[in-house]
């Protein structure tokens, strides 16, 4: 009893002492759990950050869904994959190994998105001669004016799959734009979603164009002539390289799949014993966990680095 009672003297002393601490906190919190139930209702929480409008692009670029609302929903898989991480290894393997695993998989849907939106810039970047070509004569044909080159563009283009996506998205947006700031905005999308030196260019050609008024015809032959120039470099400078391709993609799960099959086959480990070993035990959910994270980064890098985009 009387212990209980010092316990409770403690307590309230340490309440007394850092009541001014504890109303910031309660404060913190208030706003917190506010927020959390506006954006739940979908009600605009402001001030947006930085990173906020960087996973919105790439949500816009990769799957068409640059909202606010998709950009929560995509956090709540983020959040809900690591809990779920956690909660599957932890007290199976080491606490660092399972808090490793568990912000790599939050940050994982961000990864493929990323991994996506770069073959979109790769390929998009490609098919650059195309689309500068297209848009040239458009603009040309009808009578200088951008607005309507780019949704002539957008519709009549058909060897730029991943361009002729891209235009559609800036086409509709301008349809939909009503100031300076809205074209700048989509035109900075646009650019991100092929992300080189001459697209740059092309969105200022762009801006002159929808914003001012001014003629942009010439700088776009020599822009397009420019392109194909980096084309024909790059075409000649192409070497096959595949090796490291295959290793990754074949060579190492087929490594591992051989060694489970000479260790039942040829050790008689068993079936029941691999799989008790494997995932029952700390050290084989370890080294499993470790080989993997291993494997989806070389991959990811692999896939990264195996193609350039076609930049000046």
């Known amino acids: 009893m009387t212990a209980a009672f010092l316990i409770l003297i403690l307590l309230f002393g340490i309440f007394v002492l850092t009541y001014d601490y504890m109303e910031i906190l309660y404060t913190a919190a208030y706003c917190l759990l506010k927020k959390a139930v506006d954006s739940f209702k979908g009600i605009d929480v402001t001030p947006k950050g930085e990173l906020w409008e960087r996973v919105r692009i790439v949500l816009g670029i990769t799957l068409n869904m640059g909202t606010d609302r998709a950009v929560r929903v995509f956090f709540f898989i983020s959040s809900f994959l690591s809990f779920i991480t956690m909660i599957v290894l932890g007290g199976r393997i080491s606490l660092l190994l399972s808090c490793l695993s568990t912000v790599l998989m939050f940050f994982a849907p961000y990864g493929v998105l990323r991994l996506k939106m770069e073959k979109i810039r790769i390929k998009s970047s490609l098919e650059g001669e195309i689309l500068l070509a297209e848009l040239t004569e458009n603009y040309k044909i009808y009578y200088y004016n951008m607005k309507e080159g780019l949704d002539r563009t957008a519709m009549s283009i058909e060897d730029a799959p991943d361009s002729k996506r891209i235009l559609q998205n800036l086409s509709r947006g301008l349809q939909r734009a009503g100031s300076e700031r809205s074209i700048i905005r989509l035109l900075e999308e646009f650019?991100?979603?092929?992300?080189?030196?001459?697209?740059?260019?092309?969105?200022?050609?762009?801006?002159?164009?929808?914003?001012?008024?001014?003629?942009?015809?010439?700088?776009?032959?020599?822009?397009?002539?420019?392109?194909?120039?980096?084309?024909?470099v790059k075409e000649f400078a192409r070497r096959a390289n595949n090796e490291s391709n295959l290793m990754i993609k074949y060579?190492?799960?087929?490594?591992?799949?051989?060694?489970?099959v000479a260790g039942v086959k040829y050790f008689g480990l068993g079936w029941d014993k691999f799989l008790h070993y494997q995932?029952?035990?700390e050290v084989g959910m370890s080294w499993m966990t470790a080989s993997c994270i291993v494997y989806a980064i070389s991959y990811m890098v692999n896939l990264f680095l195996s193609e350039s985009k076609l930049d000046l």
């Open 191 to 232: 650019s991100l979603s092929i992300n080189t030196s001459w697209a740059n260019t092309l969105k200022n050609l762009m801006y002159f164009a929808l914003v001012h008024g001014i003629r942009v015809d010439e700088a776009m032959e020599d822009l397009l002539t420019t392109v194909r120039r980096a084309r024909e």
């Open 251 to 260: 060579l190492v799960p087929l490594s591992y799949l051989l060694t489970v």
């Open 279 to 281: 995932f029952g035990t």
